[in-house]
């Protein structure tokens, strides 16, 4: 049986705990929270587990196997570095830190004490991430020529972070995930409106053989839209996140170049075929990669989206984040 205990009962909190509590073989020994309004929440939902004000309860007992932080970025560190310190595996939600140093730090201190680390990266484990990935290995889409996202709604907004911080890390890590090339450079453009922090932006990295790839966040949006494009020399796909049924749309559309004799006699031709929409499994993320990192554990191997994968996304933001301040001036990662 492993026994985890779960810091932060804010927004995605109990979430964490609802999925840990339906894993065969895991038990949810613990949570905390400094604030009373959240532990009055903890006692109503989940009588007989207890509850915590001081993390250093949880970090400490004997009774824990593994620590789940599900609090503000700026407090990961800390939490971790605790939790790994007292030989705990350590589950952090998105983005892993705050720089690329405290990263670096933890992933170095869970070597040495022969511990894991995962980072919530929950989109890896959608049905439709799975299936991407699944087509691009296929070479269904062919070589890839752009990733285009748009991840927008009105709110929430964060108060210890910008726009970047809190929602880019969704596509970076999908980015990362999918392609089999690293970023080589990002520029990043965006705007305060409402507080000191960036509440809309737009950033494009640039990757090696012309593949780049846009992402635009935005808190500020009167709808809600969730969608991303993937081009390739074979085809195309259009990913809608809100669509119930057919979220994944596969076009057989494209240009063809008959002739790249100088600009003026350059010749092309259009390829407009079927579309069609692959089946993609209905899961919930959540599960899926929580009982994976409780298989990780039990087998003693590293997770796919561990420590290394959280910095990857972390030094993109740092990146995306200079770049920002000197208003999309290229920065290299």
């Known amino acids: ?13 109990p979430n964490i705990v609802r999925n840990l509590r ?4 895991c038990q949810v020994a613990g949570i905390c929270d400094q604030t009373p309004a959240a532990r009055k929440r903890i006692q109503a939902a989940h ?6 004000s001081d993390f250093h309860e949880l970090v400490k007992s004997p009774d824990v196997d593994a620590i789940a932080v599900i609090t503000p970025v700026w407090t990961h560190y800390e939490l971790a570095k605790a939790a790994l310190e007292n030989g705990k595996h350590v589950f952090v939600e998105k983005p892993f830190t705050s720089n690329a140093a405290q990263a670096e730090e933890l992933i170095n201190l869970a070597e040495q004490k022969n511990l894991q680390i995962m980072v919530d990266h929950t989109f890896l484990f959608t049905g439709a991430v799975r299936k991407i990935q699944k087509l691009l290995k296929e070479g269904t889409l062919g070589n890839l020529y752009y990733y285009d996202s748009t991840r927008v709604n009105l709110g929430i907004f964060q108060h210890d972070c910008n726009v970047i911080w809190d929602l880019a890390p969704h596509d970076l890590s999908i980015m990362n995930h999918l392609l089999d090339k690293d970023a080589e450079a990002i520029s990043a453009t965006g705007q305060a409106h409402l507080n000191a922090h960036e509440d809309i932006a737009f950033i494009t990295a640039y990757y090696p053989d012309k593949m780049i ?4 966040v935005n808190w500020i949006s009167p709808v809600k839209v969730r969608t991303t494009l993937i081009g390739g020399e074979k085809k195309m796909l259009v990913w809608n996140d809100l669509e119930a049924d057919e979220k994944l749309k596969i076009y057989d559309k494209g240009v063809d170049v008959k002739s790249q004799e100088g600009v ?6 259009y390829r407009s075929g ?6 993609v499994e209905q899961v919930e993320a959540l599960k899926l990669e929580l009982g994976y990192f409780v298989e990780c554990i039990k087998k003693s191997e590293a997770p796919f989206n561990d420590g290394r994968t959280g910095l990857k996304v972390v030094r993109m933001l740092e990146a995306a ?4 301040a000197k208003r999309g001036e290229l920065v290299y990662v």
């Open 213 to 216: 790839a846009h992402v635009n």
């Open 22 to 25: 339906a894993l065969e073989g």
């Open 321 to 324: 984040t200079k770049s920002l």
């Open 264 to 269: 003026y006699n350059l010749l092309v031709s």
């Open 47 to 52: 009588p007989g587990i207890p509850v915590h």
């Open 274 to 279: 079927d579309m069609w929409a692959p089946q």
């Open 1 to 13: 049986m492993l026994r985890f205990g779960v810091i932060g009962y804010g927004y995605w909190g």
